[in-house]
Nanobody, 115 residues
Framework: QVHLVESGGGLVPPGGSLRLSCAAS????????MGWYRQAPGEQRELVARITSSGRTNYADSVKGRFTISRDNAQNTVYLQMNSLEPEDTAVYYC?????????WGKGTLVTVSS
């Protein structure tokens, strides 16, 4: 059974930093592209950052230069380092893993950027 478990969310003031983690089990992690998505209240879920099995990354324009996605294949974990956070980054952040077109999702972790 596949499990993706996010952690690291919380309340942070504008300009602050957070690091999200997603621990994966039940999959051959090294084969999977991993991604972080977010969904703000009343908005659609959107891609934040993605990292392929070979380590190539891509980012939403809104987070380029502020967020960094990385993966530790030995730990079956993907990270999202978020710096210079803005109130507009407030959302539930979801981890996703996909291989051969089949996606899996975590339950999400809430990030609130507010003073």
């Amino acid at each position: 059974q596949v499990h993706l478990v996010e952690s690291g969310g919380g309340l942070v003031p504008p300009g602050g930093s957070l690091r999200l983690s997603c621990a994966a089990s039940g999959i051959m992690f090294t084969l999977y592209a991993m991604g972080w998505y977010r969904q703000a209240p009343g908005e659609q879920r959107e891609l934040v950052a993605r990292i392929t099995s070979s380590g190539r990354t891509n980012y939403a324009d809104s987070v380029k230069g502020r967020f960094t996605i990385s993966r530790d294949n030995a730990q079956n974990t993907v990270y999202l380092q978020m710096n210079s956070l803005e109130p507009e980054d407030t959302a539930v952040y979801y981890c996703s893993g996909s291989h051969l077109g089949i996606p899996y999702w975590g339950k999400g972790t809430l990030v609130t950027v507010s003073s």
